[in-house]
């Protein structure tokens, strides 16, 4: 049965008054000198975190999506904004101009030396990358090549006390044909290129498969090895210790899920409060969302990390869901969502799935408005999955909406723009132009990675080109219903319920597009952007 709406509907003028930002959908801090976990309910997935002078920063795998590296900013650990990427572009040259989804940056370091911030991470199909800064808020220096390899990933670097510098770092099988091995190798004193070719430190196949993830620190003459075993959802966190960088290491399971729903609790940060307590950040993977990041309280017991709770004393941490803030009176921050295209340049929550053309998108050329132009469909395009030019962002939380005002007016027959829901699976709301006129169109794509094609919705037909308010509600889960209204009428339902899904090594994503197949390009125009928490 088509889905038709109302031609009173379809006649209105848009007239929509939005006034301040929404609540946020998710907030950690409870108001009261508390916190609930994830304090990040967002795909910051593997998060490296470096402090000094009570100023925290957080960065996070960002793959394939441009830009790249994350930079977020904290003051107690619990309440984060999203102020930098120190990643503009994939590189040089054109390697990244098409998606190569699961590529690019995994598992980066940050670290704090000397007066400059670090980042250090591991391309599995280039080598181990490094970018520095004194200002990690400002402009971060082009990528440095410290170690040219296939499948080396997940780097971090350790200044030594006597100058020296090392670095560990894991191996990718699909790359390297190894897994579940640590190397330590040495680098120069500036820390921009190996200078040996590393010892093996551990090897995880007997009791801790999949060891991965690792980052360096020392403490108390120990060198310390934190890393993840297990796999990404059921795994759990190690800890290596020894008296010597080269070993042998000490082992020991100090963090699992234990009684608790929070399933894979590894890979993260040991940080430091102003007032010296300890604290551990690591990653949940929920998928659809990704990998969402965790706060546990962590002490140290004879030399070795206790993180969480610890209900049997035997050294094994379980997560905590609620604690006390590491430190007190901070303003309630969360990421950035909404957007209202007041200024120059997108927001920092946006992201492309490559390196973005220049042409794409303009916030100038409308005023208040983010115009898309419609991106040419590339060479062999099979689906969304194809295209480099969704501008998208992280789920925020476990429930929320989302919408859009679009504005049709400029755009051409074969022309596309709307709503998305995007991963291995992706459905969208949206406006479609052909000869004929225009359409609101709802449309869907199973295994889209694999090649398959969209669903044919039932289409309903525009009697003229006013703006359309396309929405998308979220729920527990990841089910999706789509929705599209004009002016302040009722929403009308577009279609049945969509289950996000995740895309490759990320959570599902929400944003908006523009794509034709012609070369002569028409645009569509967006009114604001607004993620609200689901009305109760």
């Not at 998060?47 to 960002?62: M, N």
């Not at 090392?166 to 190798?185: E, K, P």
């Not at 991963?423 to 225009?438: N, Q, R």
Request: aromatic residues 10%; glycine residues 10%.
């Amino acid at each position: 049965m088509p889905i038709r709406l109302p031609t009173a509907v379809l006649l209105v003028g848009t007239c929509i008054a939005y006034g301040a930002d929404p609540p946020a959908p998710w907030v950690a801090d409870d108001g009261d000198g508390g916190y609930k976990n994830p304090v990040l309910y967002a795909d910051y997935s593997d998060p490296d975190v470096a402090g000094a002078d009570g100023d925290y920063y957080l960065t996070a795998s960002s793959f394939n999506c441009v830009p790249g590296l994350p930079i977020l900013h904290s003051r107690d650990l619990v309440n984060w904004e999203l102020v930098n990427h120190a990643l503009p572009r994939l590189y040089d040259g054109d390697a990244f101009d098409i998606p190569r989804h699961g590529d690019g940056v995994w598992a980066p370091s940050f670290r704090h030396h000397d007066g400059w911030w670090y980042i250090y991470w591991g391309d599995p199909d280039l080598g181990i990358y490094m970018v520095r800064t004194q200002d990690p808020g400002g402009e971060w220096s082009k990528p440095v090549l410290v170690k040219k390899a296939s499948g080396n990933i997940d780097a971090c670097p350790l200044w030594d006390d006597d100058g020296r510098v090392y670095m560990v770092h894991a191996f990718a099988h699909s790359r390297a044909g190894v897994n579940s091995l640590l190397t330590v190798v040495e680098l120069n004193k500036e820390g921009t290129q190996a200078i040996d070719k590393g010892w093996i430190v551990f090897d995880g196949h007997a009791e801790h498969p999949t060891v991965e993830g690792p980052k360096f620190y020392k403490r108390n003459g120990y060198y310390y090895i934190f890393a993840p075993a297990g796999g990404v959802a059921e795994g759990w966190q190690i800890v290596l210790r020894s008296k010597n960088v080269r070993g042998p290491y000490e082992v020991r399971r100090v963090l699992a899920q234990g009684d608790t729903d929070v399933n894979g609790p590894h890979q993260g940060a040991w940080v430091e409060a102003p007032d010296g307590s300890s604290w551990f950040m690591h990653f949940q993977e929920k998928q659809p969302y990704g990998r969402i990041v965790h706060l546990q309280p962590m002490r140290w017991v004879d030399d070795w990390p206790v993180m969480g709770d610890d209900p049997d004393g035997d050294g094994e941490g379980q997560p905590v869901l609620h604690h006390k803030k590491p430190v007190a009176s901070e303003a309630v921050k969360v990421p950035a969502t909404s957007d209202d295209f007041e200024r120059e340049e997108l927001g920092l929550q946006w992201q492309w799935h490559a390196n973005p053309h220049a042409d794409w998108a303009s916030l100038t050329a409308r005023p208040g408005w983010l115009r898309l132009t419609a991106a040419k469909l590339p060479a062999g395009y099979r689906n969304l999955w194809d295209a480099p030019h969704l501008l998208l962002q992280k789920f925020p939380a476990p429930e929320f909406t989302a919408s859009c005002v679009i504005d049709p007016q400029a755009m051409r027959p074969g022309e596309t723009a709307g709503l998305l829901i995007m991963g291995l699976d992706y459905a969208y709301v949206g406006l479609e132009k052909s000869t004929e006129g225009l359409r609101v169109v709802r449309r869907a794509c199973r295994n889209a990675d694999r090649g398959t094609a969209e669903s044919d919705d039932d289409l309903v037909r525009l009697d003229d080109a006013t703006p359309v308010e396309l929405g998308v509600e979220v729920d527990a889960g990841g089910r999706c219903r789509f929705s599209a209204r004009c002016g302040d009428e009722s929403w009308s339902d577009l279609g049945d319920a969509f289950a996000a899904r995740e895309g490759k090594w990320i959570g599902a994503k929400v944003g908006v597009f523009c794509h034709g197949t012609a070369d002569g390009r028409g645009h569509a125009d967006f009114e604001r952007f607004t993620v609200s928490p689901v009305a109760e």
